[in-house]
């Protein structure tokens, strides 16, 4: 009795030990054809060494808040005639602008790019006796413009999207991140690895390699991943009621809606990780170098002089040395 009762109970643990372990690696375990892309690094670490060649690399990322962002909205706009679209399509650009001064945005930071300025037309049928035509007649005008908005702070973009969805602007095409000191960024990581890359060729050198009497050769490789690149397609996971299938009602599934999810570049392989803890997308900086050590010959060949006797035999058979040369 005791052990069926304890065979329960650890039945039962495991069962919750199961279902607790979605809460805490999310609904995106259940992707099984893509779960394994999002957790391999984009670079692998490697100290390795083949014959007398030891290569060494220091893998280093760096998260940056960006510094500035641009926004870019399309608007389109129909007219009857060339004079209705533009005025229409200005005021609502206008209207956009004063709107945003509200939240910050200084009107030196919204540009308006022109996309097009054309005609449409509908089709209109002509009625014959024996035959029917269609023919393109013209109805209007349309105009497309892009609007570009800077700004320094991102919850503003959730205000800027409520700006324009008050003037019927629904498109929000992208949002660009942009950082002003690049270049810090990789000297910072540059000091970073190579600090680190000393300490690993003194580790070898204790380890009793000779990397102080190696000849070595280096390189070094940076990039950047911008949010953009990093957003990754997403389907939600819903169950239907587990009563409803009892009672032997047919069920008709929810649609899953598809959706988007920031996917930022693993930590996993990197040995330097400046500002791992993130909030917002960041902007990550990475910097590889790597260092080849040709490691003296662990046993050296000695000298071999080549040595060559002249012999002079006899005419009684006896061998005597024969010098010849200075």
Same mark, same amino acid.
């Given at each position: 009795?005791?052990?069926?009762q304890r065979?329960?109970?650890?039945?039962?643990?495991l069962?919750l030990a199961?279902? @607790?372990?979605?809460q805490a690696m999310?609904n995106?375990m259940?992707?099984?054809?893509s779960? !394994?892309f999002?957790?391999q690094?984009?670079q692998?670490?490697?100290?390795?060494?083949?014959?007398n060649?030891l290569?060494?690399e220091?893998? @280093?990322m760096?998260? !940056?808040r @960006?510094? &500035?962002?641009l926004?870019?909205?399309?608007?389109?706009?129909?007219?009857?005639?060339?004079e209705?679209?533009?005025?229409l399509?200005n005021?609502?650009?206008?209207s956009?602008?004063?709107?945003?001064?509200?939240d910050g945005?200084k009107?030196?930071d919204?540009?308006?790019? !022109?996309?097009?300025?054309?005609p449409?037309?509908?089709?209109?049928?002509?009625?014959?006796l024996?035959?029917?035509?269609?023919q393109e007649?013209?109805?209007?005008f349309e105009i497309?413009?892009?609007?570009?908005v800077?700004?320094?702070d991102?919850?503003v973009?959730?205000?800027?999207v409520t700006?324009?969805?008050?003037?019927?602007?629904y498109?929000l095409?992208?949002?660009?991140?942009?950082?002003?000191?690049?270049s810090?960024?990789?000297?910072t990581l540059?000091?970073?690895a190579?600090?680190l890359m000393?300490?690993?060729?003194?580790?070898?050198?204790?380890?009793g390699?000779?990397v102080e009497?190696?000849?070595?050769t280096g390189a070094? *490789? &940076?990039?950047a991943y911008?949010?953009?690149d990093?957003y990754?397609?997403?389907?939600?996971?819903?169950?239907?009621?587990l009563?409803?299938k009892? *009672?032997?009602?047919?069920?008709?599934?929810?649609r899953?809606s598809?959706t988007?999810?920031?996917?930022?570049?693993?930590?996993?392989?990197?040995?330097i990780v400046l500002?791992?803890?993130?909030?917002e997308?960041?902007v990550?900086?990475?910097? &590889?170098l790597t260092i080849?050590c040709?490691l003296?010959?662990?046993?050296p060949?000695?000298d071999?002089?080549?040595?060559?006797k002249?012999?002079?035999?006899?005419?009684?058979?006896e061998v005597k040395?024969l010098a010849?040369?200075g």
């Amino acid at each position: 009795m005791h052990f069926l009762q304890r065979t329960l109970l650890t039945t039962s643990l495991l069962a919750l030990a199961l279902q @607790a372990k979605p809460q805490a690696m999310g609904n995106l375990m259940y992707e099984t054809n893509s779960r !394994m892309f999002f957790q391999q690094a984009e670079q692998t670490v490697k100290a390795t060494i083949q014959g007398n060649m030891l290569v060494l690399e220091v893998n @280093a990322m760096m998260n !940056m808040r @960006a510094d &500035n962002y641009l926004a870019i909205f399309n608007i389109s706009q129909l007219g009857q005639s060339a004079e209705e679209a533009d005025s229409l399509m200005n005021e609502r650009v206008s209207s956009f602008v004063r709107r945003v001064k509200k939240d910050g945005v200084k009107e030196s930071d919204v540009f308006t790019d !022109m996309l097009s300025f054309i005609p449409v037309y509908e089709i209109e049928t002509t009625r014959k006796l024996f035959s029917r035509s269609y023919q393109e007649v013209p109805a209007g005008f349309e105009i497309q413009k892009n609007i570009h908005v800077r700004f320094s702070d991102a919850r503003v973009l959730d205000k800027l999207v409520t700006a324009a969805a008050k003037e019927e602007i629904y498109d929000l095409v992208k949002v660009d991140f942009f950082v002003d000191q690049q270049s810090s960024c990789y000297d910072t990581l540059r000091i970073f690895a190579t600090k680190l890359m000393e300490q690993k060729l003194t580790n070898f050198e204790k380890l009793g390699l000779k990397v102080e009497e190696s000849h070595r050769t280096g390189a070094e *490789k &940076n990039g950047a991943y911008f949010p953009l690149d990093r957003y990754t397609a997403y389907q939600s996971r819903t169950q239907s009621s587990l009563n409803s299938k009892r *009672k032997g009602q047919v069920v008709n599934d929810v649609r899953k809606s598809n959706t988007l999810f920031y996917n930022k570049v693993p930590y996993g392989n990197f040995d330097i990780v400046l500002h791992a803890d993130i909030t917002e997308p960041p902007v990550q900086y990475t910097y &590889n170098l790597t260092i080849q050590c040709q490691l003296p010959e662990a046993f050296p060949k000695k000298d071999v002089k080549e040595i060559i006797k002249y012999l002079w035999i006899t005419e009684k058979g006896e061998v005597k040395p024969l010098a010849i040369g200075g």
